[in-house]
């Protein structure tokens, strides 16, 4: 297959464009910014707003795989708040244009989005059919709506898009757990083995999340199922945020991990430049429509999934299947 991958420089994008390059795929990366390729990923600019010799490379692509948007680890800021959002609206806009006026459209535009598009609740976890959209919760900050609206607004550029000979599935997407530097585990590793690896605001917020290696699968399964439409990238068993440091902490063979207060992780977000809604939101998703289909997870549960990627850290050597 030709697999183009718009914004693939990031973290998620040299995971999964190194895995489909390994399995023998042609990979277009359209890339804001020069970078050195991955062996067998080729890189092709663009802007990320408007049209260009880029739609080339769409035009008679078999899949697009859309992971542009500016990354959502900063401060939450007016300015970074109206980037967040324009990153993801515009590309998704435009790779939907290149899709409609292409001779030869991809079977299969898979669209990035994110978990953060449902409430924030501790009472049941959120699938496709019965999961609760947030924005509307009395007990958290106003301003975490928002990253519900630039959720809304990303899919909803897909949805409008004329493309009727391409099936559209919208990724929501939970936290990528991989071992490639860069990312969410690597920082979640580095506290932990600092022994600042405990409770946050108590713990009970519930973390989703997804091993490296069943994302990439299910990439490959929703590539060439059926499916469209939103669909839950996330592991089946999400846990308290307690629960998921101490099985962490266990994998690393640290003893103890520092709790931190509320007020303690604000100022903590402020000094890495980030926002404690990563932290504090209750993030508890399920792959309802994945595992009706027939995907089987690989990692299901986190103590399985943290020792393996423990180990990957500590070896020098590490594959991705």
Same mark, same amino acid.
């Given at each position: 297959?030709?697999?183009?991958?718009?914004?693939?420089?990031?973290?998620?994008?040299?995971?999964?464009?190194?895995?489909?390059?390994?399995?023998?795929?042609?990979?277009?990366?359209?890339?804001?910014?020069?970078?050195?390729?991955?062996?067998?990923?080729?890189?092709?600019?663009?802007?990320?707003?408007?049209?260009?010799?880029?739609?080339?490379?769409?035009?008679?692509? +078999?899949?697009?795989?859309?992971?542009?948007?500016?990354?959502?680890?900063?401060?939450?800021?007016?300015?970074?708040?109206?980037?967040?959002?324009?990153?993801?609206?515009?590309?998704?806009?435009?790779?939907?244009?290149?899709?409609?006026?292409?001779?030869?459209?991809?079977?299969?535009?898979?669209?990035?989005?994110?978990?953060?598009?449902?409430?924030?609740?501790?009472?049941?976890?959120?699938?496709?059919?019965?999961?609760?959209?947030?924005?509307?919760?009395?007990?958290?900050?106003?301003?975490?709506?928002?990253?519900?609206?630039?959720?809304?607004?990303?899919?909803?550029?897909?949805?409008?898009?004329?493309?009727?000979?391409?099936?559209?599935?919208?990724?929501?997407?939970?936290?990528?757990?991989?071992?490639?530097?860069?990312?969410?585990?690597?920082?979640?590793?580095?506290?932990?083995?600092?022994?600042?690896?405990?409770?946050?605001?108590?713990?009970?917020?519930?973390?989703?999340?997804?091993?490296?290696?069943?994302?990439?699968?299910?990439?490959?399964?929703?590539?060439?199922?059926?499916?469209?439409?939103?669909?839950?990238?996330?592991?089946?068993?999400?846990?308290?945020?307690?629960?998921?440091?101490?099985?962490?902490?266990?994998?690393?063979?640290?003893?103890?991990?520092?709790?931190?207060?509320?007020?303690?992780?604000?100022?903590?977000?402020?000094?890495?430049?980030?926002?404690?809604?990563?932290?504090?939101?209750?993030?508890?998703?399920?792959?309802?429509?994945?595992?009706?289909?027939?995907?089987?997870?690989?990692?299901?549960?986190?103590?399985?999934?943290?020792? +393996?990627?423990?180990?990957?850290?500590?070896?020098?050597?590490?594959?991705?299947?």
């Amino acid at each position: 297959m030709k697999v183009v991958i718009p914004g693939g420089t990031g973290h998620l994008g040299r995971v999964l464009s190194r895995a489909l390059a390994a399995d023998g795929h042609e990979v277009v990366v359209l890339t804001r910014r020069g970078s050195e390729p991955e062996a067998g990923v080729r890189h092709v600019r663009w802007d990320g707003r408007s049209a260009g010799a880029w739609t080339g490379e769409i035009d008679g692509s +078999d899949v697009v795989l859309n992971l542009a948007g500016r990354s959502v680890n900063c401060r939450y800021t007016r300015r970074n708040l109206r980037e967040m959002w324009n990153s993801r609206v515009d590309s998704a806009r435009v790779v939907g244009g290149a899709i409609e006026r292409a001779a030869r459209p991809p079977r299969v535009w898979l669209q990035m989005s994110t978990a953060t598009i449902y409430a924030h609740r501790h009472d049941a976890a959120n699938d496709e059919a019965t999961g609760i959209l947030g924005g509307t919760e009395p007990d958290v900050p106003a301003y975490w709506s928002y990253s519900v609206d630039i959720a809304r607004a990303w899919e909803r550029e897909q949805e409008l898009a004329a493309t009727p000979h391409t099936r559209k599935v919208a990724l929501r997407t939970a936290m990528v757990m991989s071992p490639e530097p860069g990312g969410a585990f690597e920082m979640l590793l580095r506290l932990t083995r600092l022994g600042l690896g405990g409770p946050v605001a108590g713990g009970a917020q519930y973390m989703s999340w997804i091993h490296e290696d069943d994302l990439v699968r299910a990439i490959g399964f929703l590539v060439d199922g059926d499916l469209t439409g939103p669909v839950n990238l996330a592991a089946p068993e999400p846990l308290p945020y307690r629960d998921f440091l101490r099985a962490l902490r266990a994998a690393a063979g640290v003893p103890i991990g520092l709790p931190a207060t509320k007020w303690m992780a604000e100022i903590g977000a402020f000094v890495l430049r980030s926002d404690t809604e990563l932290l504090l939101k209750s993030r508890r998703v399920v792959p309802g429509r994945l595992l009706q289909a027939g995907f089987s997870f690989e990692y299901p549960d986190w103590p399985a999934a943290a020792e +393996d990627l423990v180990r990957r850290v500590r070896s020098p050597l590490r594959t991705v299947s």
